[in-house]
């Protein structure tokens, strides 16, 4: 698709261990066997399999079901060949030859072609045709072209409308430290947004010798479509950053390609950025946002003119190593919203919501502020009334709704329960019996005692 653009498919690079998944987590894979470990992967989320033969498996809790195929013939990289619903639907993906490596061609399912891809041999321009052969005279149903120029930078999406609408990408005056950054984008209906990088960029942990991450220190918007004035119409935001930054600027660690820096920290560490919004070349607003060394935002403070809100974050995550941490360190336990003056110290407001996820990553517990419980119970993933074996602790048992004692007395308090049943999945699909919900109680609860309601 050219420089710097890629589909967010999942894949596994069998040179370097490292798995990329569609959900954006990326791993690097430390153990070996058909079922290898990966130090990093904390929650029960997907299962990797290693199938031998170049092929690959993921079984993500959601369900959906991947299989990887090495190709290639420089850059080997193991890509989706088949995508599978729990109840065995598939997408095939096939790839084409492109520089070395593997490039989309086409996505099918049971009943045909969805999408085709085709490059240039030139490398000028791609073509994208949505569902190649259902439109006027078998003809695809929208023709989508991406234009490069002689580097491989894409320059142009042209839109499949009457007028060619497209958007236009600028890249200044090329790579900064290395690194191709997107500078200019005009929009099909005649915005533009212009983004700098002015400062030194982010520094790298001690120990590494690699050039500053480029990073945005301002970004104009001109929103246009024929309103006068651009410059007082345009919306601009400035950018500042700690010291700290989501490398571990400020420390030495031992550097590990696909291993996260900051987890080999052993103390506390904390970075963050503020966001200026400018109005008339005053800021009018700003943002404050501070993120731990596992990179969750502990807190964010927006604040204009006297009016301030602050949103602060308690996680899972505790200061000690991360090998000690507990499988849902990343969830949040209890969220702090307050607003407040700051030139007024008595005029404030503050609502807590708390939350507890078990070591599955499971929602069990929620407290609203206004004292609101719903309490989540789950199934065994080994198999028991109401639900059959699982391959991952997901299917929801109950929901039960507490009143708050803060409200007017009486209210009910309320539990939902579900069964589940297996289903067999397509014939050929190759995937496991698939869970579906067979009922839904609605109940009362008073002490030991349900009564039920629909």
Aim: glycine share 10%; aromatic share 10%.
């Amino acid at each position: 698709f050219g420089v710097g653009w890629n589909l967010n498919l999942s894949q596994f690079t069998p040179s370097n261990n490292i798995l990329a998944l569609s959900t954006g987590e990326t791993f690097k894979v430390t153990g070996s066997g058909s079922l290898p470990d990966m130090k990093e992967k904390k929650l029960d989320t997907f299962h990797f399999e290693n199938l031998g033969g170049n092929r690959y498996r993921v079984l993500h809790k959601s369900g959906m079901v991947e299989e990887l195929q090495v190709g290639g013939d420089l850059t080997r990289v193991a890509l989706p060949v088949s995508v599978k619903s729990p109840a065995g639907h598939s997408l095939t993906l096939a790839y084409a030859s492109f520089r070395g490596g593997q490039c989309l061609h086409s996505i099918s399912d049971a009943q045909g072609e969805l999408l085709q891809i085709n490059r240039q041999a030139n490398d000028e321009w791609v073509e994208i045709l949505v569902r190649p052969y259902d439109g006027p005279n078998g003809t695809a149903l929208a023709r989508y072209e991406m234009k490069l120029n002689a580097s491989g930078w894409v320059t142009e999406i042209v839109l499949p409308t009457p007028d060619k609408g497209s958007w236009r990408f600028g890249y200044g005056n090329g790579p900064i430290r290395n690194i191709l950054c997107l500078h200019e984008i005009k929009t099909p209906v005649g915005g533009r947004e212009i983004l700098t990088y002015a400062d030194t960029g982010h520094p790298y942990p001690g120990g590494v010798v690699r050039p500053n991450l480029p990073r945005v220190t301002r970004h104009r918007s001109y929103p246009d479509f024929g309103q006068p004035n651009a410059d007082e119409t345009m919306v601009e935001v400035q950018f500042s950053y700690t010291s700290h930054n989501f490398l571990g600027a400020g420390e030495t660690v031992s550097w590990e390609d696909g291993m996260d820096p900051l987890y080999k920290l052993q103390a506390r560490y904390e970075y963050g950025s503020t966001a200026r919004l400018m109005v008339g070349g005053q800021v009018a607003r700003t943002v404050e946002r501070s993120y731990n060394r596992f990179h969750l935002l502990v807190e964010e403070k927006t604040k204009q003119e006297h009016c301030v809100k602050r949103v602060s974050t308690q996680y899972y995550a505790e200061d000690v190593p991360f090998e000690r941490q507990v499988p849902q360190f990343q969830f949040p336990k209890e969220v702090t919203t307050r607003w407040e003056l700051d030139n007024d110290a008595t005029q404030y407001r503050a609502e807590i919501t708390r939350s507890v996820y078990n070591d599955q990553g499971n929602h069990t517990e929620q407290v609203e502020p206004n004292g609101i419980r719903t309490v989540y119970t789950y199934y065994s993933k080994n198999g028991e009334d109401g639900c059959p074996a699982d391959r991952f602790e997901r299917n929801l048992k109950d929901t039960t709704v507490y009143p708050s004692s803060q409200g007017e007395p009486g209210a009910p308090t309320l539990r939902t329960r579900l069964r589940y049943s297996a289903h067999k999945p397509l014939n050929g699909s190759g995937v496991d019996d698939w869970l579906a919900m067979d009922s839904e109680t609605l109940m009362q609860v008073e002490g030991a005692n349900e009564t039920t309601l629909q």
